[in-house]
């Protein structure tokens, strides 16, 4: 179903934070329920979330996972996160969704710096041209930092790794337009001030004539072209900035 809370990952004691908040609110709500039905049920621990994954968390879980013959580890796994799915309250399905968005963001930051750095530099396997194969990398599925005899654009490029590293975690493709220039992106996404720049916004110089991926690492620097085929890393404010544009939020 669409509101279906994701799974946040392997946890235990010791772990803390708001996807703990969430399964012990499902705790919760299961204990709640049991107990009704069987108030003669010693084990259950009927209490709130703290957020703090403590020993009785671990007998909570160890106990559900007896009654729905899970093995016993007193360790939240996919096992336990689905025989829970019912009990989840819809303020910890809808925080478990909003942690499973920002896993994607993050990894989709991560992949556009990945692709970005070893890109770089790979000027001879890499062909400028205003013609009509400026697109092909769009085309060509797989890792862009294997691609070889690409032909782009610095929009063109900017808007492939893009559309790639959505299509890669699972989100939905910004929808840069099917033949984007640095003049059709300029409107598209969010505007970010330079100074609030993270890895993978867009970064427009000058009057808006070239595009680059501000990759923030090893130092501050855009993937971008210059007057040479071939993408590489420039200081950010090495030409004037037109503006600022974020896909992926």
């Keep these: 179903m669409a509101d279906a809370?994701?799974?946040?990952?392997?946890?235990?004691?010791?772990?803390?934070?708001?996807?703990?908040?969430?399964i012990q609110g499902a705790l919760q709500a299961w204990s709640i329920k049991r107990h009704r039905l069987h108030p003669d049920d010693h084990k259950l621990r009927l209490y709130g979330p703290t957020g703090d994954w403590l020993h009785p968390t671990s007998l909570q879980v160890g106990h559900f996972q007896q009654l729905h013959s899970i093995p016993?580890?007193?360790?939240?796994?996919?096992?336990?996160?689905?025989a829970l799915a019912q009990w989840y309250t819809p303020a910890g399905r809808k925080r478990l969704v909003e942690l499973e968005h920002e896993r994607k963001v993050h990894?989709?930051?991560?992949?556009?710096?990945?692709?970005a750095l070893a890109i770089a530099g790979n000027r001879n396997d890499w062909v400028y041209t205003q013609g009509p194969r400026r697109m092909d990398l769009l085309n060509r599925g797989g890792d862009p930092s294997t691609q070889r005899n690409v032909y782009g654009d610095c929009s063109s490029t900017v808007a492939a790794l893009i559309h790639l590293a959505t299509?890669?975690?699972?989100?939905?493709?910004?929808?840069?337009?099917?033949?984007?220039?640095?003049y059709t992106m300029i409107d598209k996404g969010r505007a970010v001030s330079s100074l609030l720049a993270v890895t993978g916004d867009r970064v427009h110089y000058?009057?808006?004539?070239?595009?680059?991926i501000y990759i923030g690492h090893p130092r501050v620097s855009v993937l971008s072209f210059g007057g040479e085929?071939?993408?590489?890393?420039?200081?950010?404010?090495y030409r004037p900035i037109y503006g600022c544009r974020r896909d992926v939020s």
Excluded: C, I, M
């Design 72 to 82: 016993v580890t007193n360790t939240f796994g996919p096992h336990v996160h689905n």
């Design 229 to 237: 085929p071939g993408p590489q890393n420039r200081e950010l404010h």
């Design 107 to 115: 990894a989709y930051h991560a992949l556009l710096v990945q692709w």
């Design 206 to 212: 000058g009057s808006n004539s070239h595009v680059g």
């Design 167 to 182: 299509r890669e975690v699972g989100l939905p493709d910004p929808d840069l337009s099917p033949w984007p220039t640095t």
């Design 5 to 22: 809370a994701p799974y946040p990952g392997p946890l235990k004691e010791g772990a803390h934070g708001p996807a703990v908040v969430a």
